[in-house]
């Protein structure tokens, strides 16, 4: 069967990490608001007990500090971490063979590389995103398919998105016109 649209591109390191930041951006931000939310209001009954009791000021500033830091590294030193360490991963797991080939058919989509073949279900794409040069498929049991948005051979990113949404309208899988 001939596929309906085709990506190719080599994972760098730059494009696996916007991939990873902007993934871990979409799920941890409800997380990282509540935990800064939380943060503030933890730093002011801590300031209100510290002046309250007549401490000083510059302790109501030093927890300030601390908070502060605590946010950023939620929100700025964590992720980067994290996709430090899922490169890292990736390396070890395909050695320098880090180019992808996806292939889009009727039904579902394969991902040719590192000498595997991944079919995944059109049906399990749960959401798409996108950054500055990539469009990201997250599935389920958080797999994500990274693809360059200039290196569709065959088709484009809209077709790719029709087809996925056209299966998810369907989710039995049967096609509307059959």
């Given at each position: ?9 080599t ?59 605590v ?16 490169w ?53 049991g ?37």
């Amino acid at each position: 069967m001939e596929p309906l649209a085709e990506n190719r591109f080599t994972i760098t390191k730059e494009l696996y990490y916007e991939g990873a930041l902007r993934v871990d951006r979409e799920r941890m931000a409800p997380f990282a608001k509540k935990a800064m939310l939380a943060l503030a209001a933890a730093w002011a009954v801590l300031a209100a007990v510290t002046l309250f009791s007549r401490g000083s000021a510059v302790f109501v500033l030093i927890e300030l500090v601390v908070i502060a830091l605590v946010g950023i590294w939620l929100t700025v030193f964590f992720p980067r971490s994290k996709a430090r360490r899922g490169w890292r991963a990736l390396e070890d797991r395909c050695g320098t063979d880090l180019e992808r080939v996806t292939r889009f058919y009727r039904d579902r989509l394969e991902i040719d590389g590192a000498g595997a073949d991944v079919a995944i279900p059109y049906g399990e794409v749960e959401q798409f995103l996108s950054s500055e040069r990539l469009l990201i498929l997250l599935s389920t049991g958080k797999r994500g398919v990274l693809l360059a948005q200039d290196g569709f051979v065959t088709g484009s990113a809209a077709l790719v998105r029709e087809l996925i949404e056209q299966h998810q309208a369907t989710p039995d899988g049967a096609d509307e016109d059959e």
